[in-house]
């Protein structure tokens, strides 16, 4: 099958469950072939999660899809991302939104990921290796948060970084399974939503899973 037949497939069948248009319209933009390995270039647009190499994986779109809806980003926020990974995610949120932070701890990955989003003309992301701290405290707060790796809880250290009336998604659970959890920050509470079950690499980290 050819990418442009599968590429076309796979956002017919998206449509069906991604409500929000301009989640899709900035996924059909971005090229997702470029950010996976050579040799998965021809799965680019299947909806299966890929390896991108150091035990890392690029993640399935649907999820992608899912996960970016759920942020409900308008176009003026500032946001965070724990996980560069490919870059995939990030460029997905650089057209939706005015800013974003993104943390990763490999740093093969987050090089790959810079020199790809730089030469895509992306200009309103910043890359940053991860240090102890989760998150990218100097930031904050974000309007919106977004962990693409599986934690035991939600962690506290990321709610500080959320500004009152945010939004974070994460997937919470084991090593191995998760559920994606939707988090609203509200002035004295936060508001939790189960978005459904799913399968992360985990979050590593002192806030999270040791390595």
């Not at 248009?21 to 996924?27: H, I, Q």
């Not at 790796?149 to 939600?154: S, W």
């Amino acid at each position: 099958m050819s990418l442009q037949i599968s590429r076309e497939r796979l956002f017919e069948s998206l449509r069906h469950e991604i409500l929000d248009k301009r989640v899709l319209s900035a996924m059909e933009r971005i090229p997702r072939e470029l950010f996976v390995p050579p040799e998965s270039y021809n799965l680019a647009y299947e909806d299966i999660p890929l390896s991108i190499g150091y035990g890392q994986t690029i993640s399935q779109p649907f999820i992608v899809a899912l996960m970016t809806q759920a942020l409900e980003l308008q176009g003026n926020e500032k946001v965070l991302e724990i996980g560069t990974g490919s870059g995939y995610q990030t460029a997905i949120l650089a057209e939706l939104s005015r800013w974003v932070v993104s943390v990763e701890r490999i740093p093969e990955l987050a090089d790959s990921a810079k020199r790809l989003l730089d030469r895509l003309g992306y200009r309103n992301v910043e890359i940053h290796l991860a240090r102890e701290t989760l998150g990218w405290p100097e930031g904050a707060p974000y309007d919106a948060i977004i962990v693409t790796a599986g934690a035991p809880r939600v962690p506290d250290v990321l709610l500080e970084q959320l500004s009152t009336k945010g939004k974070m998604v994460i997937p919470v659970g084991s090593r191995w399974e998760q559920e994606l959890i939707k988090v609203t920050k509200k002035e004295k509470r936060v508001v939790i939503e189960n978005l459904g079950g799913c399968r992360f690499v985990p979050l590593i980290s002192k806030d999270a899973w040791e390595d």
